[in-house]
T-cell receptor
Framework: DTEVTQTPKHLVMGMTNKKSLKCEQHMGHRAMYWYKQKAKKPPELMFVYSYEKLSINESVPSRFSPECPNSSLLNLHLHALQPEDSALYLC????????????FGPGTRLTVT | AQSVTQLDSHVSVSEGTPVLLRCNYSSSYSPSLFWYVQHPNKGLQLLLKYTSAATLVKGINGFEAEFKKSETSFHLTKPSAHMSDAAEYFCVVRENYGGSQGNLIFGKGTKLSVKP
């Protein structure tokens, strides 16, 4: 099983809402990633978790708050977002940080109104 | 620092003709290189990877790529395009050393169109 799942597929939220994106993998991978992808652009790295600990934060605004409750789950909590945060949010995992390929989920299409 | 350049933002081919998507990389060390494909409104799917074994790498769906160190290239090819190949393709290099070890560096992408 090389599947990374993400929920929800689509999300529309207002600028005052609080919502969460969820990512799950059952491949035993110990590194998990959040990316943001704007239209017609490559993905941009946001956060990296290694063994459930935050390893990299690419200077992401605090209105995005990641959480890794266990080795299979990765959440991204959203609060007070701006319209320019509308994008496709991709989750990925790899066997370990710094090694092997990353497997991507299908993404959550987020629209901030 | 590592970087990757996809030489064409858009490639258009006819169904049944060969596909060539060009990628050049810059790396101080032995790189790991990947090609990912993204269909509209979908996530990224790994097509193939090079990690210092055979220089000719075969991937899924009939794609292959050749690592040429002298030319710092990793071009993606397929002998015969299919309509379902129409998608965005990303050439990716992975940092293997230093503080950003493990990070993927993406090219800007090449959109492949396939005409019937």
């Amino acid at each position: 099983d090389t599947e990374v799942t993400q929920t929800p597929k689509h999300l529309v939220m207002g600028m005052t809402n609080k919502k969460s994106l969820k990512c799950e993998q059952h491949m035993g991978h110990r590194a998990m990633y959040w990316y943001k992808q704007k239209a017609k652009k490559p993905p941009e790295l946001m956060f990296v978790y290694s063994y459930e600990k935050l390893s990299i934060n690419e200077s992401v605004p605090s209105r995005f708050s990641p959480e890794c409750p266990n080795s299979s789950l990765l959440n991204l909590h959203l609060h007070a977002l701006q319209p320019e945060d509308s994008a496709l949010y991709l989750c990925a995992s790899s066997q370990r940080l710094g090694g092997d390929e990353q497997y991507f989920g299908p993404g959550t299409r987020l629209t901030v109104t | 620092a590592q970087s990757v350049t996809q030489l064409d933002s858009h490639v258009s081919v006819s169904e049944g003709t060969p596909v060539l998507l060009r990628c050049n990389y810059s790396s101080s060390y032995s790189p790991s290189l990947f090609w990912y494909v993204q269909h509209p409104n979908k996530g990224l799917q790994l097509l193939l990877k090079y990690t210092s074994a055979a220089t000719l790498v075969k991937g899924i769906n009939g794609f292959e790529a050749e690592f040429k160190k002298s030319e710092t290239s990793f071009h993606l090819t397929k002998p015969s395009a299919h309509m379902s190949d129409a998608a965005e393709y990303f050439c990716v290099v992975r940092e293997n050393y230093g503080g950003s070890q493990g990070n993927l560096i993406f090219g800007k992408g090449t959109k492949l169109s396939v005409k019937p």
